[in-house]
């Protein structure tokens, strides 16, 4: 089991940056892979990132490719989510996700474990 706790949230302007971390207890956090998520008002849980175990591979919804950049430190139990040239309809709450496994799935119904949730906000 693993224990996940977001952090790095807050207000931005459009076209701004922030950097999002997510600290996962225990020592297998290597052998789980991981995914970002986002919930904004009155909408469905979106995955917005996903990264294997390892690290080396990765996955971007098409609506932040090229602007957000997953990666992870398997020695420090962390991963991360660098948003650049922020959006407005970026803002939601961000999750952080976890599965046991080499492979990351884009469903959020595949992942057992979860952090609270940081918020977001993107003003235009």
């Known amino acids: 089991q693993v224990q996940l706790v977001e952090s790095g949230g807050g207000l931005v302007q459009a076209g701004g940056s922030l950097s999002l971390s997510c600290a996962a207890s225990g020592r297998t956090f290597s052998s789980y892979a991981m995914g970002w998520f986002r919930q904004a008002p009155g909408k469905e849980r979106e995955i917005v990132a996903a990264?294997?175990?390892?690290?080396?591979?990765?996955y971007y919804a098409d609506s932040v490719k090229g602007r957000f950049i997953i990666s992870r430190n398997n020695a420090k139990n962390t991963v991360y989510l660098q948003m650049n040239s922020l959006k407005p309809e970026d803002t939601a709450v961000y999750y952080c996700?976890?599965?046991?496994?080499?492979?990351?799935?884009?469903?959020?119904?595949?992942?057992?474990?979860w952090g609270q949730g940081t918020q977001v906000t993107v003003s235009s």
């Open positions: 990264i294997t175990w390892s690290g080396g591979r990765t």
């Open positions: 996700a976890a599965r046991a496994g080499t492979y990351y799935y884009i469903s959020s119904h595949e992942y057992p474990y």
